[in-house]
């Protein structure tokens, strides 16, 4: 197993690519199912989460060709299993994304339950709920969920919350449903929006994505398309926290700036100077940090996504910070480990009050879960000496070659191969 091995103290400067999403990419490569011809995504990010919706898409009779240009020819889907199986499930949750397609376009798909994760248990009943508002049968046996349909009829659907990966299934479900559907309380992250922009694309009357109510008009055909995908929020919000940090100096390429406006008001209140230029998002770092208080909300609230690694910004602030998570009940996996090198964090619940000024010296840390481990880097790139990081195929499912990147830009960060785990 991998690690990476950092040592603090390096001000970060120069410019870094802002590569493409990945919680955009997974459902539009689920997306590509509804298609009656090839798809072909640009700017795909070479991660290991991406590369296991493969596996599942060529599971399920797709033939998929490339990797930051990928095809996807899902024509052999007609006479495959339409089973998404425990082992792909398991390691990533998002594989219940092919459900939606599957039933919509097929009427059928099988998919294993997912299961708790890391960061809480991660029910899947609204989307559920929402297949069986479009008239779907749903029947649970032996650890896999089945939905069933001749033809699905479009319905109002009202969800209890704003479900980022529900909202993206039944929205595709939709898409080839006879009639019209509207989803209420929908979820407005840029990656629903990216989806239904996808949809369009391909031939779906899709309406509203970005606000709390879409409403989709169900087609009887969706063909194949070319499309470009947006870059990552969450990526481009980690290297800005770095740079803020380190006191750097960081031109974030193409970073989507419209789409972070809760992460870069918290740069800001905690005294970086955040200036979106023609090229992308520059962010310089200051010598004191202010601290900050953050609720973790739906968009356009503050991300989940980005809790972690704004926490390490928080234990450096000259004071002390309350950082409230509400999306996930068991997101702060990450603070045993930043206490073991040198923050002080006293979580109450789904509270964490941080005292600011830490002294971070490295150490032996653990990833836990993706965001996690984007913390634990950021908090080696202050630590004093020497910080290891275990795990690290944590980071592989959402972070391309960090060390690469940031070595470009002067942090002393190096990945070695087959280390103990
Ligand atoms: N929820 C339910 N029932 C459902 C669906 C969701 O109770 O049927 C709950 C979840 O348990 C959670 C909350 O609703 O407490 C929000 O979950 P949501 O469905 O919005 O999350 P998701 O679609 O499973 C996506 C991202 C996550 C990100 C969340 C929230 C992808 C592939 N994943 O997950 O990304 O944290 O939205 O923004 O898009 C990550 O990238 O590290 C990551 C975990």
Redesign the pocket.
């Known amino acids: 197993m991998d690690k990476i091995v950092i040592h603090g103290g390096a001000r970060l400067k120069g410019e870094l690519q802002v590569l493409g999403a990945?919680?955009a990419a997974?459902?539009l490569q689920c997306a590509a199912l509804l298609g009656d011809g090839p798809t072909t995504y640009r700017h795909v990010p070479r991660l290991s989460?991406v590369q296991t919706m493969n596996e599942l898409l060529v599971g399920l009779g797709c033939a998929v060709e490339g990797d930051r240009t990928l095809t996807i020819d899902p024509t052999g889907v007609q006479d495959g299993p339409k089973e998404a199986p425990y082992e792909l499930v398991k390691t990533m949750?998002?594989s219940v994304?092919v459900m939606g397609p599957l039933l919509g376009r097929h009427g059928f798909a099988r998919v294993s339950l997912p299961g708790g994760c890391a960061?809480?248990?991660?029910?899947?009943?609204?989307?559920?709920?929402g297949f069986e508002a479009l008239g779907a049968k749903i029947r649970m046996s032996h650890g896999y969920v089945e939905v069933k349909a001749k033809r699905l009829k479009g319905a109002r659907i009202n969800f209890?919350?704003?479900?980022?990966?529900?909202t993206?299934n039944v929205m595709m479900a939709a898409s080839m449903a006879k009639g019209t559907t509207v989803l209420e309380n929908a979820?407005r992250?840029p990656?629903v929006q990216e989806l239904a922009v996808v949809l369009g694309k391909m031939g779906a009357k899709i309406a509203g994505a970005g606000s709390s109510t879409i409403e989709i008009e169900g087609v009887d055909n969706l063909q194949g398309i070319d499309h470009a995908i947006l870059p990552d929020r969450?990526e481009a919000g980690t290297f800005a926290i770095a740079a803020a940090i380190t006191g750097g100096d960081l031109l974030l390429l193409d970073a989507p700036s419209s789409h972070m406006h809760a992460v870069i008001a918290k740069l800001e209140e905690a005294g970086a100077e955040c200036r979106v230029e023609p090229g992308g998002l520059r962010v310089i770092g200051p010598d004191e940090l202010a601290p900050i208080d953050l609720v973790t909300r739906?968009?356009p609230g503050f991300?989940?996504?980005m809790q972690a690694q704004m926490m390490v910004l928080a234990t450096l602030a000259r004071g002390q910070s309350v950082i409230t998570e509400t999306?996930?009940?068991n997101r702060f996996m990450h603070v045993p480990e930043l206490c073991r090198l040198g923050a002080d964090i006293h979580v109450n619940g789904n509270v964490a009050v941080i005292r600011g000024k830490a002294r971070y010296t490295g150490s032996i840390v653990m990833a836990t879960?993706?965001?996690a481990s984007a913390c634990l880097v950021l908090a080696g790139l202050v630590a004093e000496g020497k910080t290891e990081i275990r795990r690290v195929y944590h980071l592989d499912r959402?972070y391309e070659t960090i060390e690469k990147r940031l070595r470009k830009v002067g942090a002393k960060i190096r990945r070695y191969h087959g280390a103990p785990s």
């Open positions: 990945k919680n997974l459902p989460d949750r998002a994304t960061i809480g248990a991660r029910p899947i009943d609204q989307h559920l709920r209890d919350m704003a479900t980022v990966g529900g993206q979820a992250e990656e969450i739906p968009h991300p989940t996504d999306i996930f009940e879960d993706l965001r959402g």
